[in-house]
């Protein structure tokens, strides 16, 4: 077989079969086939699109890449991975609420990047708290605790990794097939039998229109289910943050506060479907009767004593939460509103004003200020006045609140005309 053959195929708009697709994957990891044949082979994937055979076979090569977690002990495992967004802390309340109800999450997670946040920073903010753990300590944990979150380690999906960063340096990221297969590679390589997606749309999102995010949407859900996993997707709003708070230590605050019952609104109705679906998926309850049972756990404040002890477990300092000593970044300044009018937001601008003030990175090798971040006063499609309070900010360095302020008041703009309304909850993908 040659990868000559393969790309001309493509070019060609015809499908490749599970043997060609296995021969590129292969070869591309071990080094066999060089770079430019595989940005070839992205770019004709990009054009010409692939088959739901297609995706579901280039999705099970790449996780057949490298490492795969067995959690065949355990028998309810479910995961949740979002595709990006601001001021979503959804894992925090989800991973404790779901190990009330019988579910073992077993979760790897990413660190922030741009303007999206990432669930291992906001787990560092509790002092103590150790997102790297042995596979030993990884297993123990979700077996006596229910729930244990990890940074992504070993060597899981390496094909991914390789061909990830080939397309970004080659215009290849924005295919729905090459987008689809590289979020389920590491989802099914990570083990979980039941997968739920909560899948973005809006100006904080990678996709911007509730369309494109259904087609990304059923492409996964399509993937899972062909590769033997209970799938599920939610399109939900990026339009506005999820929450109140953006910046690391604030979204556990916020968290916690969902928690304990101090907050309600967005944040909660979202983290209550996205963890409503894994319930009902992995053990076959009717929706209805697993949104009731999810939200009993978190009211009852059943969620807020298992978070506790995993937080505990993982190293985590819980007089942090039970005695709330969040660290909010101690230089402050007030935003408000220079005119009457209504509020429209840019999710995406928001998180860049969060990066300005410390808590982000703009590379890789950035280190965040986990004190920083910002607390939304108003919410898109708010009627404003002028002298109204937007927003705080907050950071540990001052230096940063110039160029914080500035970008966040270009994404908080007061308009003459209310904006549409965006549903929370666009769809659900089944």
């Known amino acids: 077989m040659r990868m000559f ?14 043997e060609e697709i296995g021969f590129f994957v292969r070869g591309y990891t071990a080094g066999e086939i060089p770079d430019y044949q595989a940005s070839a082979l992205c770019m004709a994937i990009c054009f010409q699109g692939m088959t739901g055979e297609e995706c579901a076979s280039l999705t099970r090569h790449m996780m057949e890449s490298g490492d795969r977690v067995d959690l065949s002990a355990f028998p309810y495992t479910a995961d949740k991975h979002s595709t990006g967004g601001v001021g979503d802390k959804t894992s925090l309340i989800i991973a404790p609420a779901a190990a009330v109800l019988g579910l073992s999450v077993a979760k790897m997670s990413g660190r922030g990047l741009g303007h999206t946040g990432g669930t291992i920073d906001k787990l560092e903010s509790i002092p103590g708290f150790r997102t790297t753990l042995t596979p030993e300590q990884f297993m123990k944990q979700v077996h006596d605790i229910g729930a244990a979150i990890i940074g992504q380690s070993g060597n899981l999906a390496p094909a991914d990794k390789k061909l990830y960063a080939l397309r970004d340096v080659t215009a290849t990221v924005d295919s729905v097939p090459l987008i689809a ?34 087609t990304l949407a059923e492409t996964m859900v399509e993937i899972g289910n062909a590769n033997g996993r209970n799938t599920a997707a939610l399109i939900t709003s990026m339009e506005t943050p999820l929450g109140e708070y953006v910046g690391n230590s604030a979204e556990v605050m916020e968290a916690w506060h969902v928690l304990t019952g101090k907050v309600r609104g967005d944040l909660y109705q979202v983290s209550v479907a996205l963890c409503a679906n894994m319930l009902s998926l992995a053990k076959d309850i009717p929706l209805p009767d697993a949104e009731e049972m999810v939200k009993y756990a978190i009211d009852s404040g059943a969620a807020r004593d298992k978070m506790l002890d995993w937080v505990s477990a993982q190293g985590g300092d819980p007089d942090y939460l039970t005695r709330e000593k969040f660290h909010i970044g101690q230089y402050r300044r007030i935003v408000t509103a220079d005119r009457d009018g209504w509020l429209s937001t840019n999710s995406e601008g928001i998180g860049k004003s969060a990066c300005l003030l410390g808590a982000g990175r703009l590379t890789k090798d950035d280190t965040p200020d986990l004190t920083a971040g910002i607390r939304l006063c108003s919410k898109r499609g708010d009627r404003i006045r002028r002298g109204d309070v937007l927003g705080e ?25 209310k904006p549409a309304d965006m549903p929370l909850i666009y769809r659900t993908v089944r």
């Open 5 to 18: 053959d393969v790309i001309e195929k493509k070019k060609r708009g015809l499908p490749l079969s599970d």
């Open 181 to 214: 297969s590289s979020i389920m590679s590491k989802k099914l390589a990570a083990g979980a039998h039941t997968i739920v997606l909560d899948v973005k749309y809006g100006s904080g999102a990678f996709m911007k229109t509730p369309e494109d995010a259904v």
């Open 393 to 417: 900010l907050f950071t540990s360095d001052e230096n940063r609140l110039d160029n914080g302020e500035r970008e966040f008041r270009s994404a908080m703009a007061v308009m003459d005309d």
